[in-house]
């Protein structure tokens, strides 16, 4: 489940540039084409102008960034022009037509606090400058508040990546779709094609992964060497190369302006936009605090712009398909233009709950979780092996013992051929990705709920591991199974077992040294499980050609292939001394999550 959780929110990240619905045009748009910004080492960028056709005084501006080709953003310019602002599409420097030389993500603070003064200072903006785009466009407004233009007055963050957290890696493990983003932003000019071709980049990866390439050679061999690719795996650890391309607690003490972060459940920059938040909440002041508003729906990475009814064999109700051009449009108003707080901003944190088809709030992340139910592993004879002959999730502490094994061979790729095949569509609801690695992992399932039960929140992991290699890299995954015993993905979370301790240090296992590992990194979910679904956990190896593959040595992992493999015997405690956990998040009842907002 771990490729398709990966790729179906990883490919659009950029394919979702040009996902807009088509413009309902209220006045017609000037359009102006060429415009070139100055920045302060002398390079001009380019982008397109969008204004209010015969525009009699100085608007508001939003401005988006982009890597993608300015003109993606054609159909969100004429929306937005439509409606009384000024919408300017900009390519970043390096890219489309602007000049320079684009390094991704490092360059976007100083070139968007230019941008930004820039336009304040032309004739047909008022000063009030705001910022709009997801995925690199949502980064790059966090990379330009941080620097705190004097015109930026607000800024809307959607599904934001925060490099170093969850891309080019997650958990400090990367991904071989590095080298497809890389390459899709290779040069000036748009590789859509050849970003575009799944089954080239299924090809790709698949051979890299049953070669055992050493994944720093994935660059040359993808045929497109990159420097970029290869700064990028020199740094694994989290610390001041990454550091540096994100806000400092500092500066987010500094952030005061009202911000809306948007990100979705299913969103491959979940971990990213709710960890700017969570830190904008933990260093910024009261006031920050309270003009912070959070929207997590039930979207995919695409979806955070675009919602959409059905995608990946998931359906989602009515309730879901926020108009996204409308709520930014109306948060703008707010924001700029003294205009009504969007009625959908009932308090600061606004959810959706899969299931009943509605949007819950709450006044913090924090109150959507009422408790987390304890599930204790346990299994008979150590058998937890398989689907159908699992291990179990109990509550209350009665006296348990033994332990379950799984044994992981990093030379074995026969999963590979069915990964590869699954064109399903369906990668939330489809397991056999799951069947296919039986008896190579560990699953476990709570008995049938006798009620219907609302989760809400992160799941946390507590495991008593034991290893016998110095290295390896952990799956840990959670599933819905309804009475039927269909199945649905609701969260994950990854571990390099060398990072147990922090992900910016390595500290290699003790051999045969019983130690406990902390699963906290789940993705956000808030779900009904109807009366007599069950809950289901799978513990196993990353062992997938969409994800890059620890050969278990305790070596330099990009530098690692075939001749550096240890099959690992991985061992999970479950005995009075060592009780394992999954803590499952109890969703607040609606009257207790949320008070209601005066403001």
């Known amino acids: ?55 009699r005084e100085a608007l508001p501006c939003i401005l988006t960034l982009t890597p993608y080709i300015a003109q993606n953003y054609h159909d969100r310019g004429m929306y937005f022009a439509a409606h009384g602002y000024v919408f300017a599409s900009v390519d970043v420097r390096g890219r489309g037509n602007s000049g320079g030389e684009f390094t991704p993500f490092l360059q976007e603070a100083q070139d968007g606090y230019d941008i930004v003064e820039w336009l304040a200072k032309q004739s047909y903006c008022n000063g009030k400058i705001t910022m709009w785009g997801g995925s690199y466009g949502g980064y790059d407004q966090w990379a330009t508040a941080k620097e705190k233009p004097a015109h930026l007055a607000t800024i809307v963050p959607v599904a934001a990546v925060m490099p170093g957290l969850d891309f080019p890696m997650r958990g400090n493990i990367f991904y071989p779709y590095d080298m497809r983003w890389l390459t899709y932003v290779s040069g000036r000019a748009t590789q859509d094609k050849l970003f575009g071709d799944e089954k080239l980049w299924t090809t790709l990866f698949r051979s890299a992964h049953e070669a055992h390439a050493p994944f720093n050679t994935l660059d040359t061999r993808f045929g497109n060497p990159s420097p970029i690719f290869q700064q990028w795996i020199a740094n694994p650890l989290q610390g001041d190369y990454w550091d540096r391309l994100n806000p400092t607690n500092e500066q987010y003490a500094a952030l005061e302006l009202p911000i809306l972060t948007i990100t979705g459940h299913y969103d491959g920059d979940q971990p990213g936009a709710l960890a700017f938040y969570a830190r904008h909440m933990q260093h910024g002041s009261a006031l920050a605090r309270d003009r912070h508003y959070l929207i997590i729906g039930p979207w995919e990475h695409a979806g955070t712009r675009t919602p959409r009814e059905e995608y990946a064999g998931l359906k989602l109700g009515k309730a879901s398909l926020l108009d996204m051009n409308a709520l930014h449009r109306e948060w703008y108003d707010w924001t700029l233009k003294d205009g009504r707080k969007p009625e959908f901003l009932k308090a600061r944190v606004a959810y959706y709950v899969t299931g009943p088809d509605e949007w819950r709030y709450a006044d913090t992340l924090e109150a959507v979780t009422a408790s987390h139910a304890e599930y204790f592993l346990d299994s008979d004879s150590g058998r937890a092996n398989d689907v159908y002959a699992s291990g179990r999730l109990e509550t209350g502490k009665r006296k348990r013992s033994g332990s379950d094994r799984y044994v992981y061979d990093p030379l074995d790729v026969s999963a590979a051929e069915g990964d590869a095949a699954d064109e399903s569509g369906s990668e939330l609801t489809d397991q056999r990705p799951l069947l296919r690695r039986n008896g190579k992992q560990l699953v476990y399932h709570t008995t049938p709920l006798d009620k219907d039960t609302d989760i809400a929140g992160f799941f946390r992991f507590s495991a008593w591991l034991k290893l016998d290699q110095r290295d390896t890299d952990f799956s840990v995954d959670v599933y819905a199974i309804a009475p039927d015993g269909s199945s649905l993905f609701l969260s994950n979370d990854v571990l390099r077992a060398r990072h147990r301790e922090s992900l910016r240090e390595s500290v290699l296992v003790t051999p045969g040294k019983v130690e406990r590992y902390e699963f906290k990194n789940f993705t956000f979910v808030a779900r009904r499980l109807a009366r007599g679904s069950r809950l289901r956990l799978v513990v196993g190896p990353i062992n997938t050609f969409s994800v890059q593959k620890n050969y278990n040595s305790g070596g330099v992992v990009n530098a690692e292939g075939a001749k550096d493999a240890r099959t690992v015997t991985v061992e999970l405690l479950h005995d009075a001394q060592h009780p394992s956990a999954l803590y499952v998040p109890l969703a607040a009842e609606r009257s207790a999550a949320v008070a209601a907002d005066k403001r």
């Open 1 to 55: 489940m771990l490729r398709a959780a990966c790729c179906a929110v990883l490919l659009s990240i950029a394919a979702s540039a040009a996902a807009a619905p088509a413009p309902t045009a209220e006045t017609p748009v000037d359009l102006q084409w060429g415009v070139k910004i100055p920045l302060r080492d002398g390079v001009d960028v380019q982008g397109t102008l969008y204004r209010p056709q015969g525009q």
